[in-house]
């Protein structure tokens, strides 16, 4: 049995990539949109809760008297 025989018959992970996602230019648009928003969204969570993590005590959230103040006592 030849390399190429075997190939078609066993398929790889590239042509199976090929088959289910790059051979209707329409699929593979949305695909291609469908990842980068996602992409967007899993590296914007990230970054915030990275940001987040990084100024706790700093943010304006965690000032526990805004706006109001002392007594003169």
Do not use: C
């Amino acid at each position: 049995m030849d390399y190429a025989s075997r190939r078609r018959g066993q398929g790889g992970l590239f042509e199976g990539i090929y088959r289910v996602i790059m051979r209707r230019n329409s699929v593979y648009v949305t695909f291609v949109i469908a990842g980068a928003f996602l992409g967007e969204r899993a590296v914007d969570y990230g970054v915030h809760k990275l940001w987040e993590y990084n100024n706790v005590g700093k943010r304006y959230e965690d000032i526990p008297v805004l706006g109001q103040r002392q007594s003169e006592e």
